[in-house]
């Protein structure tokens, strides 16, 4: 009787290991799920957006804007509002030139995101009303 209660007590300290070692994994797994979430484009995006309106801090911001643009090229209206909104934030720093690159930029790569592209095209008429009609074409 106690080799079979033994027995018993080493299968059931062994179900326990294993059921630790398995909800380690678990846990290991949606730790990296959260921080691949956390440098998805939207949520960098996201990110971005909160600190241009509520911290004011455009160096930061455009930091971030460019790792969005760096990292999702293919994700079309991501990069077209993180264009965007680069050209947003150098308006704001009084850098007109590098904001008409990035408008510039809206137009000519993102044509089919029509908000961004709208939007790009009334700050090209804001700040370089010249420049609105070569923003239609394409940057070589």
Do not use: W
């Amino acid at each position: 009787m106690k080799k079979a209660g033994l027995i018993l007590l080493g299968i059931v300290v062994g179900l326990v290991i294993y059921a630790q070692l398995q909800l380690k994994e678990v846990v290991d797994q949606l730790a990296m799920a959260e921080t691949k979430a956390e440098k998805s484009p939207v949520m960098l995006l996201q990110k971005a957006l909160y600190q241009e309106e509520s911290e004011d801090n455009l160096d930061t911001t455009i930091e971030l804007y460019e790792q969005i643009l760096g990292q999702s090229p293919n994700v079309k209206a991501v990069a077209a509002r993180a264009a965007y909104q680069l050209g947003r934030c150098h308006t704001k720093k009084g850098e007109n030139d590098k904001a008409v690159k990035y408008f510039q930029q809206v137009i000519t790569q993102y044509p089919k995101q029509a908000s961004a592209t709208t939007k790009a095209l009334n700050q090209l008429n804001k700040i370089a009303p010249q420049m609105s009609n070569i923003a239609r074409t394409p940057l070589l």
